[in-house]
């Protein structure tokens, strides 16, 4: 009964403490009335809505349309198969036979006659061209009066085609040996020919040649033995000559640029020095004169176009 008491007394002085505080705790607010516990703050006024646009309806919901059904297919009930006896065997199949296509024979179409035709060389030289020509040759003038004639030498040539079938070429030669009438001889001559090609487009083309040219011979051996009579201390040891040649030839076209020649040359010409009417070279046992003389050259050599 005493603590019971004891707890009212307490309880009591606790409330008493705890009304005036919370009293002096209320803050001044003058929308606040007097004696009031508690009350709200005031808050301003919210500031007014912005107006929205309208919102859009909507669209209607697709209406998806469910195909129907697919039908069922019609269940056919067939009657069972009896099972077949032990030891029974299906009969073969039945096999049918046919008789294999019959064999065609096709026999092709007779191909046309063949027509042969000679085929058309090209050309192994362009329309213009030069060529250095270097060649040798030998002189053919008979054995001589005494047994020894021979001469040979070498020269070179400067050739100009303006078309396949023409060329005209210029040469020096020079050659030694024994003349016809046994004397020791030297001799340079300057030639000019004309070349006719009559088969251009081949490898092998043979031409004729033809020209004339100057000559001058000097006797090694000292004067000339063959004058007698009122002229035989006359002494002659140079000789000058004027004359022509032709012949026929064969040049190996190698390349474009290298060709081998061989041709046959037959000359004759004359004296033309002053001394030709007082001094004749040529002289018989009859006592007839001369200044004419002929003979032959063999010449090969090659050619380098450019």
Known sequence: ??????????????????????????????????????????KPPPPPATPQPPLQPLPPPEVQVQPPPAPRPPVV????????????????????????PPVMIVRPEAPPPYVYRRPVPMAVAPRH???LNLHVEG??????????????GAGFGLRYKPSPYFGMEADLDFVGGN????????????????????????????YLLGGFGWSAAHLSDGCSSSSSGFYANYCVDSYSYFGGQAGVGLELRLSRHLALNADLRGFIRGRIDGAADI??????SSGQTTNTSGGGLLTAGMTFYF
């Open 1 to 42: 009964m005493t603590s019971t008491r004891h707890l009212l007394f307490l309880s009591g002085i606790v409330a008493g403490l705890a009304v005036p505080a919370v009293a002096g705790a209320q803050p001044n607010n003058p929308s606040c009335p007097p004696g009031s516990w508690f009350c709200e703050e005031s």
């Open 179 to 206: 003349d016809w009438t046994g004397n020791g001889r030297t001799e340079t001559a300057f030639t000019m020919n004309g070349l006719v090609f009559l088969n251009p487009r081949s490898r092998a083309q043979v």
């Open 279 to 284: 001094h004749p070279e040529f002289r018989n």
């Open 139 to 152: 002189a053919m003038i008979g054995h001589g009066l005494n047994g020894n004639a021979g001469m040979g």
């Open 77 to 100: 009930y067939a009657p069972a198969q009896p099972y077949p006896p032990p030891g029974y065997r299906p009969p073969p199949p039945v096999v049918v036979y046919q008789p294999p």
């Open 129 to 131: 061209e030069w060529g």
